[in-house]
């Protein structure tokens, strides 16, 4: 299944190394010439417990240059989704799947705004990594990936794409309520990502201080409130799974925070943020993540 990722930050050069040792053919686009030029030249660094491997990878500026896919994969901030989109629409032919592994909310309504719902699918994953300069990465954390069709349904496509990242030795599996668990990765995105961000922590510190931990469950906890609200169905204690992340990628620097500590725009308008317009929508208050919002909007005027 040849695959294209558009966005090649952390998470998506992760994934475009795993699946190019497996051997699928891949190509990752990015508008970051460094680390698009460093790749093509020296390969993909990916650090992982202190052992670094060089993976040779097909990596672009240029979309068009990565010729026709069956699978578009976004990895994109989600403010660059809808341009992201509209790039790779040159890619697509008849069958091509297009599947989000975004963070946050509304990725879903952007990518159907400008493709045929029949060709979108979801997916979320806890994978963690790091980027440390061009060409460079760190697999921070191994997580696990859940993709499914927007109805639910069982199908042979998806079928197929969860054996292809199987294949590359990331765990995924099939979900027919994968809306549910998008809004679970949110609570996991909620209570991890702004908090480490603003204290400048890895994710494990945050259960390594009774403040960053208070801190931590009150957001999850009004996030859970407004999904239940929602009619969002939720399996199991969201902080017990949302501690469970942090554990396991204990060592990473969340995503907002490498935005924070490069100063580039964060993706806190579809995280807390979201949470806060989806809360507005119900009456219902949520005092930390409105605060929190303001926190991180204010830093990024600063830049």
């Known amino acids: 299944m040849k695959t294209v990722i558009i966005g090649a930050g952390a998470m998506g050069s992760l994934f475009g190394g795993l699946l190019s040792i497996s051997g699928e053919e891949l190509w990752l686009v990015d508008i970051w010439k460094e680390h698009i030029d460093a790749i093509r030249s020296k390969g993909l660094a990916i650090e992982e ?9 097909n ?7 990565a010729g026709e896919a069956d699978l578009i994969l976004y990895f994109v901030k989600t403010y660059h989704t809808e341009k992201a989109v509209k790039d790779s629409l040159a890619l697509q032919k008849e069958n091509t799947l297009f599947l989000t592994l975004q963070n946050g909310l509304g990725n879903e309504e952007i990518i159907c705004k400008q493709v045929d719902r029949k060709k979108v699918i979801l997916g979320v994953t806890g994978q963690g990594a790091t980027l440390l300069g061009p060409g460079s990465i760190r697999h921070a954390g191994w997580g696990k990936t859940s993709v499914g069709e927007l109805d639910g349904k069982a199908t042979d496509r998806i079928s197929r794409v969860a054996q292809m990242l199987q294949k590359a030795g990331i765990e995924t599996e099939v979900s027919s309520r994968i809306h549910d668990l998008v809004w679970e990765k949110l609570f996991v995105n909620v209570g991890i990502n702004a908090l480490a961000a603003l204290l400048g922590l890895k994710n494990g510190q945050l259960l390594d201080y009774p403040e960053t931990l208070r801190l931590m469950e009150t957001l999850v906890h009004e996030a859970v409130e407004v ?3 929602k009619g969002i169905r ?3 204690n969201p902080i017990d799974r949302v501690r469970g992340v942090i554990e396991a990628t204990r060592e990473n620097r969340c995503s907002m925070g490498q935005d924070l500590d490069f100063k580039r725009k964060t993706e806190i308008d579809a995280i807390n943020g979201a949470l806060v317009r989806e809360a507005e929508r119900f009456g219902i208050p949520v005092p930390y993540n409105r605060m929190i919002t303001d926190l991180i909007k204010v830093i990024e005027k600063t830049f």
């Open 59 to 65: 990596a672009t500026s240029d979309v068009r240059s």
């Open 49 to 57: 417990k202190g052992i670094t491997r060089n993976i040779p990878v």
């Open 234 to 236: 939720i399996e199991g």
């Open 227 to 229: 999904a239940r609200k």
